[in-house]
C-alpha cells in the first residue's frame, strides 16, 4: 500500500517537474531572439534579420592588370547606396584596395565624399551605380614611365565612368573622372589618385 501511493507521489512530482520545465522552455524560446529566422513581413515572407553590408561593386580584385585594377578601384569609390551600409563600411572597402603598411589607404579614402556630405546623401536615402568605366593612359603618364619618375610596377590611368545617383526626390547621371596610380609587382595594389586630372 506504502509503494503504491509513493509511486503515485512520485509520477505527479514528475508530471509537475516536466509541466514546469516545458513551460520555461517555451517562455524562454518566446523572449528570445532568433537571428537566424530573420523578420516575417505581415504576408508571411521571411527577410533576412540585416542586409549585406558589402557591395559586391566594393570587391577588390587579386590581378596583374593594372588597368583592370583601376577600373575596380573607381567602381568602389563612386558606388554606394545609404540604405544598405555606413560611411565608415564604405571607407574600409576602399581601404583594402592598398597596402595597410603605408599612408596609401588614408589616400585611398580621399576620394570618398566628406562626412557632411555623406549626411546629406544619406538623408536622402541616396544610392549610386556607375556604368562605362574605362581607363586610358595619357602621353603625360606614359612620359613619367618612361622618365623613370616613378616606382618598378607603377601604372597611371585617367579613369572615367558615369554615375547614376538616385535619391528619393530625382535620378541625376555625372560624368566622373579621376587619375588613378597602381603598382603591380606583380599582384597590383592601389598606390595613389586624385579627383584633378590635367587635361
Request: hydrophobic share 45%; charged share 15%; proline share 7%.
Amino acid at each position: 500500500m506504502k509503494s503504491s501511493s509513493r509511486s503515485r507521489v512520485v509520477v505527479a512530482v514528475l508530471a509537475v517537474v516536466g509541466v514546469v520545465t516545458l513551460i520555461a522552455m517555451l517562455v524562454a524560446r518566446w523572449q528570445s531572439p532568433d537571428a537566424t529566422r530573420g523578420t516575417s513581413s505581415s504576408g508571411g515572407t521571411t527577410f533576412p534579420a540585416e542586409s549585406p553590408r558589402q557591395l559586391e561593386a566594393w570587391a577588390r580584385p587579386t590581378t596583374t592588370d593594372p588597368r583592370a585594377f583601376a577600373i575596380a578601384y573607381a567602381r568602389a569609390i563612386w558606388t554606394y547606396d545609404t540604405t544598405r551600409h555606413n560611411y565608415v563600411d564604405w571607407q574600409n572597402a576602399v581601404s583594402v584596395f592598398a597596402d595597410p603598411t603605408s599612408a596609401a589607404p588614408q589616400v585611398a579614402k580621399s576620394l570618398l565624399p566628406q562626412w557632411p556630405e555623406w549626411d546629406q546623401l544619406q538623408s536622402h536615402q541616396a544610392r549610386a551605380v556607375v556604368r562605362g568605366i574605362t581607363a586610358q593612359l595619357t602621353p603625360e603618364l606614359e612620359a613619367m614611365i618612361k622618365r623613370g619618375q616613378a616606382p618598378a610596377g607603377w601604372h597611371a590611368y585617367v579613369v572615367h565612368g558615369t554615375q547614376t545617383v538616385m535619391t528619393d526626390a530625382d535620378t541625376r547621371f555625372l560624368d566622373r573622372q579621376a587619375a588613378v596610380a597602381v603598382v603591380c609587382t606583380p599582384t597590383c595594389q592601389f598606390w595613389s589618385a586624385t579627383a584633378q586630372v590635367s587635361p
